[in-house]
């Protein structure tokens, strides 16, 4: 079970910040090879929900209220550690998410950017997809809402 902390990018404490820089690197960088820039001026809007074992960051989303990202709300960087997955923490960093955006935006209705792979999580949790498939920093994603 993970313990979760949820901040503005201002509240966070500078090991806080660090530890989710590397999170988001260890996955998004060197797990899936990929070469972007993680580090995109919008952390600064976002809502963070950190998921913690222990002392240890293995879950982390952000979340963006209608209209920072999306014309709806929105969640992006859903990161789970390699070695944590089996314990199911992307299910649950993600009803944690969904939590933090009605409580924090009064919303219900989100929109988010998937990888394609990723589907099928994404509809466990109640996402549709909408449209076509896109390339996103060279990797396939498909747009999908959950109301």
């Known amino acids: 079970m993970l313990s979760i902390t949820i901040k503005y990018f201002s509240e966070l404490t500078v090991p806080e910040l660090y530890d989710l820089l590397r999170l988001r690197s260890e996955v998004f960088v060197?797990?899936?090879?990929c070469v972007y820039q993680d580090v995109d001026n919008k952390d600064q809007k976002a809502l963070h929900v950190l998921g913690y074992e222990g002392d240890t960051l293995v879950a982390y989303t952000r979340l963006f209220k209608p209209g920072d990202y999306f014309e709806q709300a929105s969640i992006g960087r859903v990161v789970v550690v390699a070695n944590r997955r089996k314990h199911k923490y992307g299910y649950q960093i993600m009803e944690n998410s969904f939590e933090a955006i009605s409580e924090y935006f009064n919303e219900k209705t989100i929109k988010i950017s998937a990888q394609c792979y990723l589907q099928q999580f994404y509809n466990n949790l109640g996402f549709k997809?909408?449209?076509?498939?896109?390339?996103?920093?060279?990797?396939p994603h498909i747009a999908m809402l959950r109301n």
């Open 30 to 33: 060197v797990e899936q090879d």
């Open 129 to 139: 997809e909408i449209g076509e498939s896109y390339l996103e920093d060279g990797i």
